[in-house]
């Protein structure tokens, strides 16, 4: 079974400080991905990176980094926390499969980060 | 432009019914993939199913069965013998073949909550 964890299910951080969200797959996936969820929004998808040290900018980067140093740890960072990024967040991973295409998508358990 | 409509936010069913989650999709592409995830309470996204878009025949897994229809663009859910378990927001998402250098990322609709009441 793919496996995909997530450093925290819960966190509560104040405005201004830089916060790191972890990511795990175990599936040897060569995608990774970071998205966003919030009511009546939907999932959006913030970053993705497709090979170790890659990334690509999603539909809403702004505000956000993140860092693929090893291919199974995609990590995503907001450098100055906002209220505005008081959201869910989660992860995804999948393989990468002839012709570019990108096989299921296998999301982690989610972080619900609260910005006070 | 691609696009993914779940026109029902929420439906709120009696266990034992018989649900349909609708989905209808945009896309200029021939060669594309549909999904279904399940989003229960707990916050996890699980997969259900994935189809091609040349593979139009219907699945049935279980009390769960997808109807594919390209004429329709639509990619419709259904869930026979409804059970309180399957209250959850069931998501549909589209993937297309390497659009843009996107690497086939997944295009979601908004969701459709489900409630089965017992």
């Known amino acids: 079974d793919v496996k995909v964890t997530q450093s925290s299910r819960y966190l509560v951080k104040r405005t201004g400080e830089k916060v790191f969200l972890e990511c795990v797959q175990d599936?040897?996936?060569?995608?990774m991905f970071w998205y966003r969820q919030d009511p009546g929004l939907g999932l959006r998808l913030i970053y993705f990176s497709y090979d170790v040290k890659m990334k690509e900018k999603g539909d809403i980067p702004e505000g956000y980094s993140v860092s693929r140093e090893k291919k199974e740890r995609f990590s995503l960072i907001l450098e100055s926390a906002s209220t505005n990024q008081t959201s869910m967040y989660l992860c995804?991973?999948?393989?990468?499969?002839?012709?570019?295409?990108?096989?299921?998508?296998?999301f982690g358990p989610g972080t619900r980060l609260t910005v006070l | 432009a691609q696009k993914v409509t779940q026109a029902q936010t929420e439906i709120s069913v009696v266990e034992k019914e018989d649900v349909t989650l609708d989905c209808v999709y945009e896309?200029?592409?021939?060669?594309?993939?549909l999904f279904w995830y399940k989003q229960p309470p707990s916050g996890e996204l699980v997969f259900l199913i994935r189809?091609?878009?040349?593979?139009?025949q219907n699945e049935i897994s279980g009390r769960y069965s997808w109807n594919f229809q390209k004429s329709t663009s639509s990619f419709n859910f259904t869930i026979t013998a409804s059970q309180v378990v399957d209250s959850a927001v069931y998501f549909c998402a589209l993937s297309e073949l390497n659009y843009g250098g996107s690497q086939g990322n997944l295009i979601f609709g908004k969701g459709t909550k489900l409630s089965v009441k017992p």
């Open positions: 896309t200029r592409d021939t060669t594309y993939y």
């Open positions: 189809r091609n878009s040349f593979d139009e």
């Open positions: 599936m040897d996936h060569e995608n």
């Open positions: 995804a991973s999948s393989l990468i499969l002839r012709d570019l295409v990108t096989d299921t998508q296998y």
